[in-house]
């Protein structure tokens, strides 16, 4: 049996999902306060979760403790956050796991900042950079809600100037113009690590892949993630009536060694070789 403790963050999730959902830290002798009613905080300590409890009006939620996707849609935001559906593959292909050192770019209001500091753990460490002090105060203000604040290290820098880190294990760059800083990104990974990128337009997809491919990143895959909801009703299952479908293009590559070849005029070429078709697709390809 899983019980409460002072300290635990929360959620509070009524019968009508979308209006009657909270979150907060659990604290003794406060209360929490809404238009249905109040609950004291002691009153919830010692729960077991999953426990159906009661406002002093009567109302009813059901006590839970928070998903990962819940914290990120309960965060306070000036700007857009990365969707909870990329930000799953993103840790995936970027391979985010304990104790990594992970950097990020474009602070934001802290989405992604917070999910990479729970999945590296206490013994990783992410850094975010930003130009804006007052995203980063809103991002910080977001991580210690959570209790992720000291696991992350906040720069406010133009990262025109470069990074202070030579050796991160991953990058990720949340940036209107990435393809502008490839080159510092470069320098900022160890040998093989993973550069990931989000934009909403193909054209800057097609510029930061010029960019990737001049300053060594090997193994690029462009993509982006789609995802559709069903209505929960055995009788009628069925899509439901909106989907969350683009949201931006995903791109990853990996920093790697290899010096490019100098360019030979097309008169040199012997007469065996053949030049390949770009566009024909290559045997070894699967879906």
């Not at 930000?87 to 796991?97: E, N, R, S, T, V």
């Not at 990720?172 to 990435?178: A, I």
């Not at 590559?253 to 030979?264: D, F, I, L, N, S």
Request: glycine share 8%; proline share 5%.
């Amino acid at each position: 049996m899983t019980v409460t403790r002072a300290g635990d963050i929360i959620q509070l999730v009524g019968r009508d999902r979308k209006r009657q959902t909270f979150i907060f830290r659990l604290a003794p002798g406060e209360k929490f306060h809404t238009h249905f009613g109040m609950i004291e905080h002691d009153a919830l300590i010692g729960l077991e979760l999953g426990t159906e409890i009661a406002t002093h009006k009567g109302h009813g939620f059901y006590l839970l403790e928070p998903s990962t996707d819940d914290l990120i849609r309960d965060l306070r935001r000036n700007s857009q956050i990365i969707y909870p559906k990329d930000i799953g593959y993103i840790l995936m292909k970027m391979a985010i796991a304990p104790g990594k050192t992970v950097v990020e770019s474009g602070t934001g209001s802290g989405g992604l900042t917070t999910v990479l500091a729970q999945m590296v753990g206490p013994q990783g460490r992410v850094i975010s950079y930003d130009v804006r002090a007052d995203m980063q105060a809103l991002a910080r203000k977001n991580l210690e809600r959570v209790g992720l604040a000291e696991r992350v290290t906040f720069k406010l820098r133009d990262i025109a100037e470069g990074y202070d880190e030579t050796d991160a294990d991953a990058l990720f760059l949340d940036v209107p113009n990435p393809w502008d800083y490839a080159a510092q990104v470069r320098r900022a990974l160890k040998g093989g690590g993973f550069f990931g990128n989000i934009v909403p337009t193909a054209n800057q997809v097609s510029r930061l892949l010029e960019a990737l491919q001049r300053n060594r990143f090997d193994f690029l895959e462009v993509c982006e993630v789609l995802i559709r909801y069903y209505k929960v009703v055995p009788e009628r299952l069925r899509p439901t009536d909106r989907m969350v479908a683009h949201t931006g293009y995903l791109t990853f590559g990996r920093a790697v060694h290899w010096k490019a070849p100098e360019p030979r005029d097309a008169a040199d070429a012997g007469p065996d070789e053949v030049a390949a078709d770009e566009d024909a697709p290559e045997s070894d390809d699967f879906i």
